[in-house]
Nanobody, 115 residues
């Protein structure tokens, strides 16, 4: 199982980025997907998640109204559109795939938001 995240980079506060995570080695449409955020020196925290069909999404309070998670099951890819970025959004973003009894993590992509 591989989860390949991309799209991170350096952006000014107030800017936008779109992260992508392409999965291979799994039946993508059977997995819930999402993103965790690990700020420098802090623990990894849930950011956003999406159900298998995309019908339900979940967001941490810190990103509500700014981040949107989506998926394209035909492309085995989950996305995180990040708008109105803040310096505290800086960190590594990890995509994950989850199914009862099975959890997988991607390698992470670094987002740096300058003030």
């Amino acid at each position: 199982v591989q989860l390949q995240a991309s799209g991170g980079g350096l952006v000014q506060a107030g800017g936008s980025l779109k992260l992508s995570c392409e999965a291979s080695g799994v039946t993508f449409s059977t997995y819930g997907m999402g993103w965790f955020h690990q700020a420098p020196g802090k623990e990894r925290e849930f950011a956003a998640g999406i159900s298998r069909t995309g019908g339900n999404t979940y967001n941490a309070d810190s990103v509500k109204g700014r981040f949107t998670v989506s998926r394209d099951n035909a492309k085995n890819t989950v996305y995180l559109q990040m708008n109105s970025l803040k310096p505290e959004d800086t960190g590594v973003y990890y995509c994950f795939a989850t199914l009862p009894g099975s959890n997988y993590w991607g390698q992470g992509t670094l987002v740096t938001v300058s003030s």
